[in-house]
């Protein structure tokens, strides 16, 4: 069974930063992609960003140039750098990996990031 777990949330100032980590334990295949989630309350389960096992990523425009993802394949471990972070960036974080191409199918329990102004 593979477990996806989250790290790094909190509470930071408009302006701050974080880094979320989600690492994977588990019987778990090198993953296709890496992803991040947002779900802020009321609202649906957004896209942020993903990596691909190439280390293409890929950005929501909402973070473009303030987020950065990155990826240790050897550690089954993704990274969310977040910058110049604003009160609208409060959600709770997900990460996500789709394992063999067809959708993510592990999915963490969630990291709570409130920004305040």
């Known amino acids: 069974q593979v477990q996806l777990v989250e790290s790094g949330g909190g509470l930071v100032q408009a302006g701050g930063s974080l880094r979320l980590s989600c690492a994977a334990s588990g019987r778990i295949v090198s993953s296709n992609a890496m992803g991040w989630f947002r779900q802020a309350p009321g609202k649906e389960r957004d896209f942020v960003a993903a990596i691909n096992r190439g280390g293409s990523t890929y950005y929501a425009d909402s973070v473009k140039g303030r987020f950065t993802i990155s990826r240790d394949n050897a550690k089954n471990t993704v990274y969310l750098r977040m910058n110049s972070l604003k009160p609208e960036d409060t959600a709770v974080y997900y990460c996500?990996?789709?394992?063999?191409?067809?959708?993510?199918?592990?999915w963490g329990q969630g990291t709570q990031v409130t920004v305040s102004s």
């Open positions: 996500a990996f789709d394992r063999y191409g067809m959708g993510y199918d592990c």
